[in-house]
Structure formats: C-alpha cells, structure tokens
C-alpha cells in the first residue's frame, strides 16, 4: 500500500511488513472465512468439488506460500491477497442472499394478489369456493375489476351491469 499510495511509514511496534500483513490476515482469513473451509472440507468429505472448495484452495494456497516466506526470513507476500478473496467470497454470498429474501417477499406478495375465493359456474348455479379447490375443467366468473384467480381460457365475456343481475 506504501508504494502505491507513494508514501514512506516504517510498520509500529518495529515489526517487520510481513510480519504486520500475517498478524492482520489472521482474522480475515481464519475467523471471516472459516465457512468457507468447513464447507470446503465438507465439499472434500463427500468427494465432491465446488465454489468453496476452490476458494478455500486459493486462500490457504496464497496464505501458506506467504506463511513460508515469513518464516524464512521475509520477502513479498500474499497474505493481502488471501485476505481481499475472502472479503470479495463474503460480499457476494451477502449480495446473494439479500437477492434471495427480496426475491422471496415478491413472490409472497404475488401470492397475496390470488384472491382467496373463486365464484364457480356449476350446473348454471353461481357457487362460491376457495381458489384452491379449482380443478381443471372449472368455469370460473369473473366480475368486471375483480382479479382472476386462475390462469385459463376466456370462453365468454360480456361486460356492463347486465352480468350484476344474473
């Protein structure tokens, strides 16, 4: 970040960069992404490979590589890299599932819109019922600015006050 930023700090407390990079990726990368490796561990369990699993392989991949170097002495690291891949994995799987509640309140509002009863014509007698007894075959009534309850095929329409009366 120094020499992108082109400024010069010396790291506090006299430690050494990497040494600095490892103390802060821990909690990223050991606490934010711990689901990450349980479900890629469980991903492995099952004999199966998926999105955890490559994310964790990359992650611990980047992650031990930069270990090593820390412990040999010091060199470039990666352990920021490992750290923005598991804040990048956690920020689409929040996204995600924010898109999933919002998808799921406008589905239950749309099933709000079915209205709860449905008039039937039966034997030419006008019997009212509940949307969910509606079978295949059914002649629904449908009165002028009222929702319709079902999908089907409009068989006859009229319109006016003269359909009130019947």
Do not use: H, K
Not at 38 to 58: E, F
Not at 64 to 72: D, I
Request: charged share 20%; with cysteine; aromatic share 8%.
């Amino acid at each position: 970040g120094r020499e992108t930023l082109g400024f010069q700090m010396p790291a506090p407390m006299g430690l050494r960069d990497d040494v600095l990079a490892l103390v802060s990726s821990l909690p990223v990368v050991f606490w934010a992404g711990r689901r990450t490796f349980l479900a890629a561990l469980r991903s492995v369990w099952y004999r199966t490979l998926d999105g955890a699993t490559l994310v964790a392989v990359a992650v611990g991949a980047s992650w031990l590589y930069s270990l090593a170097v820390t412990l040999t002495g010091g060199g470039d690291v990666l352990y920021d890299t490992a750290s923005v891949t598991v804040t990048v994995v956690l920020l689409g799987q929040w996204l995600t599932a924010r898109a999933c509640v919002r998808a799921d309140r406008a589905a239950q509002r749309m099933l709000g819109l079915v209205p709860t009863y449905s008039v039937l014509n039966r034997d030419g007698w006008s019997v009212l019922l509940p949307t969910s007894d509606v079978v295949v075959g059914d002649v629904v009534l449908v009165q002028s600015g009222r929702r319709i309850p079902v999908d089907g095929e409009v068989i006859d329409a009229e319109t006016g006050d003269d359909w009130d009366q019947r």
